[in-house]
């Protein structure tokens, strides 16, 4: 079994930074794709970034490119996603995901994934 739990949300203003983690524990990282998804009320679950451990490959919506980064520590089993530059728009329940994977292949759809955390949220004030 596979444990995530997210922390780090909160509320920023306007162009403001956070950091949010995922701490996982049952099964080391190296076998892992990760992904990062938000909720907004009223809305579906989108897909924010993802990030594959075998190869390294990131890919991130276009909506946050350029402003969020998606990282990690292995040796702590730990994803990060640095967001910076952030919008009200960005304001959302935020998702750490994770699927035990083989391949380099890094996943974008919320079906393509096993394991949830329980979420964290992020508010930003404009």
């Known amino acids: 079994q596979v444990r995530l739990v997210e922390s780090g949300g909160g509320l920023v203003q306007a162009g403001g930074s956070l950091r949010l983690s995922c701490a996982a524990s049952?099964?080391?990282?190296?076998?892992?794709?990760m992904g990062w998804f938000r909720q907004a009320p009223g809305k579906e679950r989108e897909f924010v970034a993802a990030?594959?451990?075998?190869?390294?490959?990131?890919y991130y919506a276009p909506s946050v490119k350029g402003r969020f980064t998606i990282s990690g520590d292995s040796a702590k089993n730990t994803v990060y996603l640095q967001m910076n530059s952030l919008k009200p728009e960005d304001t959302a329940g935020y998702y750490c995901?994770?699927?035990?994977?083989?391949?380099?292949?890094?996943?974008?759809?919320?079906?393509?994934?096993?394991?949830w955390g329980q979420g964290t949220q992020v508010t930003v004030s404009s």
């Open positions: 049952g099964r080391a990282f190296s076998s892992y794709a």
């Open positions: 995901a994770a699927e035990v994977v083989i391949d380099t292949r890094v996943r974008v759809r919320t079906n393509e994934y096993h394991y």
């Open positions: 990030k594959s451990w075998i190869g390294g490959n990131t």
